[in-house]
């Protein structure tokens, strides 16, 4: 009886370690319902459509949705993690999930990309080898945005976030480029949907521009009630703020406005028409930067899985940092931290036959690094 | 801060809290007159939003839209009474709840299972855009004025149905003593449904207006309740008087606390660290005032002494 446990133990055991040298799992854990939902299911599409493209057979996908809900990511991670064994995770969303579940994962030696949030902590002293971001480091676009609002000539800006990492770290970004005033700086609760109060206040501080990072749901009840409320400071965001999604649901209220982006879907690069063609042509819709994000991100780990398993983990994080693959945004490499260095981009709002996109109308920063990457020690 | 800003932050606590009270009428009622903890009132919320951006999206109409959304959610009100609530009356609090979650869960995965999970959008009727002037050059949205007239409204035809008519006297009745209005001849039954149906009809048109200005999204309905919970035990629970000045108070604490308590910590901290404490604050304001009005009015402002 005993040996029969023991040999049945045994044949187990040297089945899932087979499987595990064949292929490689994938978990994904992102956002699929609720107020952010469209980013979460673009940066999943997006990723698919890579792994598609590739005709690998040999990744098995856990997709799951964290509903927003940290403790919701927390447990899918550790799911993951110990009853999946997953070897690489990646689709976090939201900064605030991903402090919550990307130090514990990358600890436990799964490797981590991150296709959207890139929380300074995490690029700073919370840096760690296995940890990739392959979007961007969150101030980024905000900084590109101060540089931006200096040559359009605003001096005097009223700047609104949500209240949790991303948040902060936008409006820090904004103030750490911008050379003008600050009439005032909110902080909105996240998932907030109403913005009656904040736009009483943006009327009545005398500003001379508005700058907001609202990604989601967020930004399309603002501009909305923004548009409603018939005050008339111009409008200025990073992309999240005026992404493929948000247009469809805002209509003509953001024709004209400016915001900037590490990603444009008129880029002209030939990853990134083939990718833009492809993926109207698979999902019937223009891909968003989220969904570009996904698409390079699994590319990325495509092009690193051509010279080592992860579970060779060195030679793996050496492929991956060498970041060996075509991106959607033309020029990409890695910083020392493992965050992005590339350009970032004004885009403006426009209409495109009878959909409204965005279109590069001018460059922001170029190789542009992030404040974080000395702070980090691997 | 100058007058004009204060006047706009206080109709827009005011119209917060008018969309709270048309939620809360119907919790506080329902829990008044059947003892029944309702936590699927949020779903009836959502309900009506989907049903008006259903109809929106046929005929064109906002105005055909906010019928249907009040028609969908008072007709799905009386059957889902009908069918589960009915038999919930003599359980205890903990059976209610744990039934009524389960209708959350239907409802939510149900709509899901219909309208997908992306949010959906109503347009504000070309009456209701823009901004109009009010006197003394304030500039304000007319659709949340609108919602503040229907609003009122609504409180107005409440209390003058509670006090001045049959119905009224029998719902009173039934808060009073449920046995003595079933002897005296009343059917009982019909007139849970009945109360049970107009709850769902307000917390319908309440997310059906709420729709142009937000997104019509699945799960839109919780937050609101809570909120909702918060009014009426403000109030006092069964009580509609207490249901209107708990949504006055909750919406107006809120508006103002978020737009002042920043301001306020900016007196004595550095600017950015005030705004973060402000807002985190702020989130917390309204439940201080409960446990503060609590502390001293154990069953709310108007709540009976039972």
């Known amino acids: ?378 | 801060m100058s007058a004009a800003l204060l006047i706009e932050q206080l109709l827009n606590g005011l119209q917060f809290g008018v969309m709270l009270f048309l939620m809360a009428a119907g919790l506080t009622l329902i829990f008044g007159v059947m003892g029944l903890i309702n936590l699927a009132h949020g779903s009836l919320y959502m309900i009506g939003a989907f049903a008006a951006a259903a109809v929106a999206g046929w005929t064109g109409s906002f105005w055909l839209a906010l019928m249907g959304a009040l028609m969908a959610a008072a007709m799905i009100g009386a059957l889902v009474e009908m069918v589960v609530i009915r038999r919930l009356y003599d359980r205890d609090h903990l059976d209610q709840v744990l039934a009524t979650f389960a209708l959350i869960l239907i409802f939510s995965e149900g709509t899901r299972f219909f309208f997908g999970s992306l949010p959906l959008y109503l347009d504000t009727p070309d009456l209701l855009s823009g901004p109009t002037m009010l006197p003394g050059g304030i500039e304000y949205s007319k659709y949340r004025l609108f919602i503040i007239a229907v609003g009122l409204a609504v409180g107005a035809g409440l209390f003058w149905l509670i006090a001045r008519t049959r119905i009224g006297i029998q719902i009173r009745a039934g808060e009073a003593d449920r046995e003595m209005i079933a002897a005296l001849g009343v059917d009982i039954r019909k007139l849970y449904t009945l109360v049970f149906a107009l709850g769902a009809a307000l917390a319908g048109l309440a997310g059906a207006m709420i729709g142009p200005i937000q997104s019509v999204e699945v799960g839109m309905g919780e937050p609101v309740l809570i909120l909702a919970f918060v009014v009426i035990v403000i109030g006092g629970i069964g009580s509609i008087k207490g249901a209107f000045v708990g949504a006055l108070l909750v919406g107006l604490t809120d508006t103002l606390g978020r737009i002042m308590l920043p301001q306020l910590f900016g007196l004595f901290m550095d600017a950015s660290s005030a705004t973060t404490v402000g807002a985190s604050l702020a989130s917390m304001t309204i439940y201080i005032l409960m446990a503060g009005i609590l502390l001293f009015k154990p069953s709310g402002l108007f709540g009976g002494q039972s």
Not at chain 1, 29 to 38: E, W
Not at chain 1, 256 to 267: F, R
Not at chain 1, 342 to 350: A, F, G, L, N, S
């Open chain 1, 1 to 378: 009886m005993k040996l029969k446990t023991l040999a049945l133990a045994g044949l187990m055991a040297s089945t899932s370690s087979m499987a595990l040298a064949d292929g490689v799992s994938i978990g994904m854990i992102t956002t699929l319902s609720g107020g952010g939902a469209g980013l979460g299911i673009d940066v999943r599409d997006g990723f698919m459509l890579a792994i598609e493209q590739s005709g690998r057979d040999d990744i098995e996908m856990i997709i799951e949705d964290d509903e927003r809900a940290p403790d919701r990511a927390v447990q899918l991670a550790d799911r993951m993690i110990q009853s999946d064994d997953v070897d690489i995770m990646t689709g976090i969303i939201w900064s605030n999930l991903a402090m919550a579940v990307i130090p514990s994962a990358t600890a436990q030696g799964v490797f981590y990309l991150s296709p959207n949030a890139g929380p300074s902590q995490l690029a700073g002293p919370g840096c760690h080898e296995n940890y990739f971001n392959v979007a961007w480091q969150n101030d980024g676009l905000h900084e590109a945005a101060g540089a931006y609002a200096n040559t359009a000539g605003y001096s005097n800006s009223f700047i609104l976030a949500p209240n949790y990492p991303a948040g902060r770290d936008a409006l820090t970004g904004y103030q750490r480029m911008f050379e003008g005033d600050v009439a005032e700086e909110v902080y909105t609760q996240l998932g907030q949907t109403d913005y009656a109060a904040e736009i009483s206040q943006i009327r009545n501080s005398g500003a001379d521009s508005v700058y907001f990072f609202l990604p989601g749901g967020m930004g399309i009840a603002f501009v909305r009630q923004y548009a409603e409320s018939g005050v008339d400071i111009p409008l200025i965001g990073p992309a999240f703020s005026f992404d493929q999604g948000i247009l469809g649901a805002v209509g003509e209220a953001a024709l004209g406005v400016h915001n900037t982006s590490q990603w444009s879907q008129d880029l002209d690069n030939p990853t990134n028409v083939a990718f833009v063609e492809a993926f109207q042509a698979e999902y019937g819709r223009l891909p968003s930067l989220y969904a570009s994000q996904g698409f390079d991100t699994a590319n990325l780990i495509l092009s690193a899985m051509e010279v080592a398993h992860p579970d060779d983990a060195d030679a793996f994080r050496a492929a991956l940092e060498a970041a060996n693959f075509d991106s959607t945004r033309g020029d990409f490499a890695f910083g020392p931290n493992h965050h992005p260095i590339q350009d970032i981009y004004v885009r403006e709002v426009v209409m495109q036959g009878d959909v409204l996109t965005n279109v590069v109308v001018g460059t922001a920063l170029e190789d542009h690094g992030d404040a974080y990457a000395d702070q980090c020690q691997m």
